[in-house]
């Protein structure tokens, strides 16, 4: 069993940055895809990023191309979400998560197969 535990969250102003990390235990996940999703008061869970196993390949959501960046550190069993130039809009809970596949063009979304407990993200206009 995977067991995944996010942090780095906090209340920024637009335009700020912010590092999340998602510490992983139990079994090693340098063999698993990983994925962020963030889920915003009164909306579903959406997929925000995912990486391969060997960090080869990333993809991520339109909204966040280019302001956002998925890295993992397998000797450290670590995921990262680095998030810069935040908007108002990204205010969410986010999640790691264990993946069925990278997203790429063509492909659905990726699927959740275990989860984080996830960290809250606030951003002020």
């Known amino acids: 069993q995977v067991q995944l535990l996010e942090s780095g969250g906090g209340s920024v102003q637009a335009g700020d940055s912010l590092r999340l990390s998602c510490a992983t235990s139990?079994?090693?996940?340098?063999?698993?895809?990983m994925g962020w999703f963030r889920q915003a008061p009164g909306k579903d869970r959406e997929y925000v990023a995912s990486?391969?196993?060997?960090?080869?390949?990333?993809h991520y959501l339109e909204s966040v191309k280019g302001r956002f960046t998925i890295s993992r550190d397998n000797a450290k069993n670590m995921v990262y979400l680095q998030m810069d130039t935040l908007k108002p809009e990204d205010t969410a809970v986010y999640y790691c998560?264990?993946?069925?596949?990278?997203?790429?063009?063509?492909?659905?979304?990726?699927?959740?197969?275990?989860w984080g407990q996830g960290t809250q993200v606030a951003v002020s206009s």
């Open positions: 990486i391969s196993y060997s960090g080869a390949n990333t």
């Open positions: 139990g079994r090693a996940v340098a063999g698993y895809n």
């Open positions: 998560a264990v993946v069925s596949h990278v997203g790429g063009t063509g492909l659905p979304p990726p699927a959740g197969i275990h």
